[in-house]
Protein backbone atom coordinates (compact mmCIF):
# COMPACT_ATOMS: atom_id res chain seq x y z
CA UNK A 1 0.00 0.00 0.00
CA UNK A 2 1.02 3.72 -0.43
CA UNK A 3 1.61 6.23 1.92
CA UNK A 4 1.64 10.00 1.29
CA UNK A 5 3.37 12.08 3.98
CA UNK A 6 3.08 16.09 4.43
CA UNK A 7 5.33 17.20 7.46
CA UNK A 8 4.20 20.49 7.91
CA UNK A 9 1.10 20.87 8.73
CA UNK A 10 0.54 24.93 8.57
CA UNK A 11 2.93 27.22 7.10
CA UNK A 12 2.87 30.83 6.74
CA UNK A 13 4.95 33.42 4.41
CA UNK A 14 4.27 37.01 3.42
CA UNK A 15 2.68 37.97 0.36
CA UNK A 16 5.22 37.76 -2.64
CA UNK A 17 7.39 35.54 -1.01
CA UNK A 18 8.54 31.89 -2.54
CA UNK A 19 7.27 29.08 -0.23
CA UNK A 20 7.54 25.51 -0.78
CA UNK A 21 5.45 22.43 0.54
CA UNK A 22 7.26 18.84 1.42
CA UNK A 23 5.76 15.69 0.16
CA UNK A 24 7.40 12.34 0.52
CA UNK A 25 5.13 9.17 -0.34
CA UNK A 26 6.43 5.52 -0.40
CA UNK A 27 5.46 3.05 -2.93
CA UNK A 28 6.90 -0.35 -4.43
CA UNK A 29 5.28 0.23 -7.64
CA UNK A 30 7.19 2.44 -11.17
CA UNK A 31 4.24 3.31 -12.82
CA UNK A 32 2.71 6.52 -11.20
CA UNK A 33 1.71 9.46 -10.90
CA UNK A 34 1.62 12.69 -8.53
CA UNK A 35 -0.98 15.61 -7.74
CA UNK A 36 -0.95 18.52 -6.07
CA UNK A 37 -4.73 20.24 -4.86
CA UNK A 38 -5.68 22.95 -3.71
CA UNK A 39 -8.35 23.45 -1.48
CA UNK A 40 -9.11 26.94 -1.11
CA UNK A 41 -12.17 27.86 1.66
CA UNK A 42 -15.04 27.02 -0.42
CA UNK A 43 -13.60 23.73 -0.17
CA UNK A 44 -13.77 22.49 -3.92
CA UNK A 45 -10.31 20.60 -4.44
CA UNK A 46 -8.39 22.20 -7.41
CA UNK A 47 -5.92 20.47 -9.32
CA UNK A 48 -2.30 22.34 -9.04
CA UNK A 49 -0.36 20.02 -10.97
CA UNK A 50 0.92 16.64 -11.75
CA UNK A 51 4.12 14.65 -12.21
CA UNK A 52 4.23 11.65 -14.28
CA UNK A 53 6.83 9.14 -12.35
CA UNK A 54 8.47 8.35 -15.62
CA UNK A 55 9.54 12.08 -16.32
CA UNK A 56 12.13 13.46 -15.14
CA UNK A 57 11.61 16.74 -15.95
CA UNK A 58 10.02 18.87 -13.41
CA UNK A 59 6.28 20.25 -13.88
CA UNK A 60 5.62 23.76 -14.32
CA UNK A 61 2.62 25.47 -13.82
CA UNK A 62 2.82 29.53 -13.99
CA UNK A 63 4.04 30.30 -10.68
CA UNK A 64 3.80 26.26 -9.54
CA UNK A 65 6.85 24.09 -9.63
CA UNK A 66 7.51 20.95 -8.39
CA UNK A 67 10.82 19.23 -7.48
CA UNK A 68 10.40 15.49 -8.03
CA UNK A 69 12.70 13.29 -6.58
CA UNK A 70 12.46 9.93 -7.55
CA UNK A 71 14.87 7.76 -6.03
CA UNK A 72 14.25 9.90 -2.69
CA UNK A 73 10.19 9.67 -2.94
CA UNK A 74 9.72 13.52 -2.84
CA UNK A 75 7.30 15.52 -4.42
CA UNK A 76 7.61 19.34 -3.04
CA UNK A 77 5.20 21.80 -4.16
CA UNK A 78 7.18 25.35 -4.95
CA UNK A 79 5.25 28.56 -5.24
CA UNK A 80 6.57 31.95 -6.56
CA UNK A 81 5.30 35.32 -6.04
CA UNK A 82 2.68 34.15 -3.50
CA UNK A 83 -0.27 35.63 -4.10
CA UNK A 84 -3.67 36.37 -1.03
CA UNK A 85 -5.23 33.95 -3.21
CA UNK A 86 -3.02 31.30 -2.61
CA UNK A 87 -3.92 30.40 1.13
CA UNK A 88 -5.35 27.33 1.02
CA UNK A 89 -5.05 23.55 2.01
CA UNK A 90 -2.84 22.21 -0.04
CA UNK A 91 -2.85 18.24 -0.92
CA UNK A 92 -0.19 16.04 -2.21
CA UNK A 93 -1.77 12.96 -3.73
CA UNK A 94 -0.33 9.31 -5.33
CA UNK A 95 -1.91 7.50 -8.17
CA UNK A 96 -0.72 4.17 -9.49
CA UNK A 97 -0.51 4.09 -12.93
CA UNK A 98 -3.07 1.69 -14.07
CA UNK A 99 -6.72 0.85 -13.02
CA UNK A 100 -9.17 3.24 -11.43
CA UNK A 101 -7.75 3.15 -7.80
CA UNK A 102 -8.23 5.78 -6.01
CA UNK A 103 -6.33 8.66 -4.97
CA UNK A 104 -3.52 8.36 -1.99
CA UNK A 105 -3.59 11.89 -0.12
CA UNK A 106 -0.93 13.30 2.88
CA UNK A 107 -2.55 15.22 5.67
CA UNK A 108 -2.88 18.53 3.97
CA UNK A 109 -0.56 21.76 4.37
CA UNK A 110 -2.31 24.74 5.67
CA UNK A 111 -0.75 27.56 3.63
CA UNK A 112 -1.25 31.19 4.52
CA UNK A 113 -0.08 34.47 2.89
CA UNK A 114 0.41 37.21 4.97
CA UNK A 115 -0.43 40.85 3.57
CA UNK B 1 -15.75 25.12 -16.82
CA UNK B 2 -17.70 22.42 -16.17
CA UNK B 3 -17.57 21.12 -12.65
CA UNK B 4 -18.87 18.06 -10.48
CA UNK B 5 -21.61 19.13 -8.49
CA UNK B 6 -22.57 17.74 -4.85
CA UNK B 7 -26.10 17.96 -3.03
CA UNK B 8 -26.73 18.65 -0.19
CA UNK B 9 -24.14 20.64 0.85
CA UNK B 10 -24.75 19.65 4.76
CA UNK B 11 -26.76 16.89 5.80
CA UNK B 12 -27.89 15.88 9.08
CA UNK B 13 -29.26 12.54 10.14
CA UNK B 14 -29.97 10.42 13.10
CA UNK B 15 -27.67 8.24 14.30
CA UNK B 16 -29.35 4.14 12.38
CA UNK B 17 -30.76 6.36 9.40
CA UNK B 18 -30.08 5.52 5.95
CA UNK B 19 -28.73 8.59 3.77
CA UNK B 20 -28.01 9.35 0.23
CA UNK B 21 -25.70 11.57 -1.07
CA UNK B 22 -25.63 12.75 -4.64
CA UNK B 23 -23.26 13.99 -7.13
CA UNK B 24 -23.85 14.59 -10.98
CA UNK B 25 -20.75 14.12 -12.45
CA UNK B 26 -19.07 16.15 -15.43
CA UNK B 27 -20.85 15.14 -18.29
CA UNK B 28 -18.09 13.36 -20.72
CA UNK B 29 -16.33 11.21 -17.77
CA UNK B 30 -16.49 7.96 -17.59
CA UNK B 31 -14.81 6.99 -13.91
CA UNK B 32 -16.82 8.01 -10.93
CA UNK B 33 -15.09 8.21 -7.54
CA UNK B 34 -16.27 8.71 -3.65
CA UNK B 35 -13.95 9.89 -0.81
CA UNK B 36 -14.40 11.00 2.78
CA UNK B 37 -12.62 13.02 5.01
CA UNK B 38 -13.34 12.81 8.56
CA UNK B 39 -12.29 16.21 10.50
CA UNK B 40 -8.79 16.39 11.10
CA UNK B 41 -8.04 13.96 9.21
CA UNK B 42 -6.92 13.12 5.39
CA UNK B 43 -8.94 12.39 2.32
CA UNK B 44 -9.85 8.64 2.15
CA UNK B 45 -10.58 6.77 -1.04
CA UNK B 46 -13.97 4.80 -0.98
CA UNK B 47 -14.98 3.35 -4.48
CA UNK B 48 -14.94 3.71 -7.87
CA UNK B 49 -16.93 3.63 -10.32
CA UNK B 50 -17.52 2.85 -14.32
CA UNK B 51 -19.71 1.08 -16.84
CA UNK B 52 -22.28 0.84 -14.15
CA UNK B 53 -20.03 -0.99 -11.64
CA UNK B 54 -17.42 -0.97 -8.78
CA UNK B 55 -13.65 -0.44 -10.26
CA UNK B 56 -11.91 -0.46 -6.94
CA UNK B 57 -13.04 -0.22 -3.42
CA UNK B 58 -11.00 0.61 0.00
CA UNK B 59 -11.30 -1.52 2.93
CA UNK B 60 -13.60 1.48 4.19
CA UNK B 61 -16.29 0.52 1.77
CA UNK B 62 -17.96 -2.16 3.48
CA UNK B 63 -21.54 -3.41 3.50
CA UNK B 64 -22.69 -0.69 4.69
CA UNK B 65 -22.03 1.33 1.84
CA UNK B 66 -23.67 1.11 -1.41
CA UNK B 67 -23.59 3.11 -4.95
CA UNK B 68 -25.41 3.62 -8.03
CA UNK B 69 -25.66 5.30 -11.39
CA UNK B 70 -29.68 5.47 -11.38
CA UNK B 71 -29.64 7.71 -14.39
CA UNK B 72 -27.59 9.10 -17.07
CA UNK B 73 -26.28 11.92 -15.00
CA UNK B 74 -26.40 11.00 -11.29
CA UNK B 75 -23.96 9.63 -9.56
CA UNK B 76 -24.94 8.26 -5.48
CA UNK B 77 -23.66 6.98 -2.29
CA UNK B 78 -25.69 5.80 0.01
CA UNK B 79 -25.06 4.82 3.30
CA UNK B 80 -26.98 2.45 5.22
CA UNK B 81 -27.90 2.79 9.17
CA UNK B 82 -25.79 5.30 9.64
CA UNK B 83 -23.14 5.77 12.73
CA UNK B 84 -21.94 8.48 14.51
CA UNK B 85 -18.58 7.90 13.02
CA UNK B 86 -19.65 8.46 9.66
CA UNK B 87 -19.99 11.94 10.02
CA UNK B 88 -17.39 13.48 7.34
CA UNK B 89 -17.27 15.22 4.30
CA UNK B 90 -18.24 13.53 1.24
CA UNK B 91 -16.65 14.20 -2.12
CA UNK B 92 -17.48 12.98 -5.23
CA UNK B 93 -14.84 13.11 -8.26
CA UNK B 94 -14.67 12.28 -11.34
CA UNK B 95 -12.39 11.78 -14.27
CA UNK B 96 -12.23 11.02 -18.29
CA UNK B 97 -10.14 7.79 -18.06
CA UNK B 98 -8.90 6.20 -15.30
CA UNK B 99 -5.39 5.71 -16.52
CA UNK B 100 -2.15 7.63 -17.87
CA UNK B 101 -2.15 10.21 -14.95
CA UNK B 102 -5.84 11.96 -16.29
CA UNK B 103 -6.68 13.94 -13.19
CA UNK B 104 -9.78 13.74 -11.31
CA UNK B 105 -12.33 16.66 -11.15
CA UNK B 106 -13.74 17.52 -7.16
CA UNK B 107 -17.25 18.41 -6.18
CA UNK B 108 -17.26 20.43 -3.28
CA UNK B 109 -18.05 17.53 -1.25
CA UNK B 110 -21.09 17.14 1.08
CA UNK B 111 -21.04 17.39 5.13
CA UNK B 112 -22.79 14.71 7.25
CA UNK B 113 -23.06 15.09 10.43
CA UNK B 114 -24.56 11.80 12.16
CA UNK B 115 -26.43 13.23 15.65
Known amino acids: AQTVTQSQPEMSVQEAETVTLSCTYD???????LFWYKQPPSRQMILVIRQEAYKQQNATENRFSVNFQKAAKSFSLKISDSQLGDTAMYFC????????????FGKGTHLIIQP | EPEVTQTPSHQVTQMGQEVILRCVPISNHLYFYWYRQILGQKVEFLVS????????KSEIFDDQFSVERPDGSNFTLKIRSTKLEDSAMYFC?????????????FGDGTRLSIL
Open chain 1, 27 to 33: TSENNYY
Open chain 1, 93 to 104: AFKSGGGADGLT
Open chain 2, 49 to 56: FYNNEISE
Open chain 2, 93 to 105: ASSEIATGGQPQH
